[in-house]
């Protein structure tokens, strides 16, 4: 059997309901822009998922959750990347986690994935009945009117919980008027979150740090918002600035780019110069300006190139430039302070 479509012809609902009563064995691949999640069902029920934007996903809920260091999740995954083992499977080899501490996190992760799919507003679909090879794979059982259940019931409380968070770009800092007496009421989880906001992380990083899905993550940073724990930040988030930066740039003279870099005294060659043309080179869009931006970052290593671009940003003497600069500037001030 082959299915396929969108989600303006069929309902995720509708779909896993109809694989699970013909108890159909398979993978169900769901896309969006660059995102990618398979469900994997044997006899109609749902057996695993895995996305292409969760990488390390499983790895940092072990972290956020206590489980391991900072440092053990580093070793594991340099092991993981030079062996192509599974991060799971590594951490259990190493000792760090129990097998059944993996099966319980795999089995969150998945549904996690399964419960994001249910707020996604477009996609596309295909189904294809292929035999599943189960060697290596850590079978879980997810009850499907379980999880369309509980779906229902996180969209409608997210709805709210978007009320006081309406954007994944909001960044939260932690309140100064700190209540002694409230400290002992915050549960584990709110912990965990209270100890990612700083000030900078807008909600989408901490979603992509913590391991945690977008309902759960709203839900704990409403909680502590609510309990006067955290504020909003003033911080204009990364994406705005990048945003911003776009605009500025299509109506750029390159010329003038050019003749204001030579006047500033960057020569031709100079590092920091050919970075902001590869930037420019690449700025399709905000994603993508992010994402150069931050590759270019790691390539501004010596005194004289830090000193460049503070002293650049500081100056304000390419005001075209200023959105991409405090990107740049913020990039690296975490190596070098």
């Known amino acids: 059997m082959s299915l396929k479509g969108n989600f303006g012809t069929f309902y995720l609902a509708t779909i896993l ?11 169900l691949r769901v896309t969006k822009d660059d995102k990618e999640v398979q469900v994997f069902l044997q006899d109609g029920v749902i057996i695993y998922a895995k996305g292409s934007h969760t990488k390390d ?40 986690v ?16 399964i419960f994001d799919l249910f707020l996604w507003e477009k996609g596309d679909f295909e189904y294809k009945d292929v035999k599943i090879d189960l060697k290596g794979l850590k079978i879980v059982q997810i009850n499907t009117m379980q999880i369309l259940l509980e779906a229902t019931r996180r969209i409608d409380e997210l709805s709210l919980l978007k009320i006081q968070i309406p954007s994944d770009q909001i960044v939260f800092k932690v309140s100064e008027q700190k209540q002694k007496d409230e ?18 992380r807008t909600v989408r990083q901490i979603i992509e740090e913590s391991g945690y899905d977008d309902f759960v993550t709203y839900q704990t940073l409403n909680a502590l ?19 911003k930066a776009l605009l500025l740039i299509t109506e750029m003279d390159s010329k003038k780019l050019r003749k204001d870099l030579d006047q500033l005294g960057f020569s031709r060659s100079s590092n920091i110069r050919m970075i902001l043309n590869r930037i420019l080179r690449d700025a399709v869009n905000a994603q993508e300006l992010l994402s150069s931006i931050s590759e270019e970052s790691i390539k501004i290593t010596t005194d004289e190139d830090i000193e460049q671009l503070r002293a650049l940003k ?13 990107l740049l500037w913020d990039s690296i001030k975490n190596r070098i302070s």
């Open 225 to 243: 918002l609510l309990a006067g724990r955290i504020e909003k930040s003033e911080v204009i988030p990364p994406l705005v600035h990048a945003e």
């Open 57 to 96: 996903q499983l790895g940092k809920l072990f972290l956020t959750n206590g489980n391991i260091s900072e440092k053990q999740l580093q070793e594991c995954l340099e092991i993981s990347n030079q062996k192509k083992q599974a991060i799971g499977k590594v951490l259990v080899e190493k000792g760090y």
């Open 183 to 200: 400290e002992t009421l915050l549960n584990e989880t709110e912990w965990r979150f209270l100890m990612k906001v700083d000030g900078s």
């Open 98 to 113: 129990t097998m059944e501490m993996l099966k319980k996190n795999i089995c969150k992760q998945a549904e996690n994935l």
């Open 314 to 326: 500081n100056s304000n003497k390419l005001p075209f430039l200023q959105n991409i600069l405090i």
């Open 17 to 27: 309901q109809l694989l699970g009563d013909d108890k159909k064995t398979g993978i």
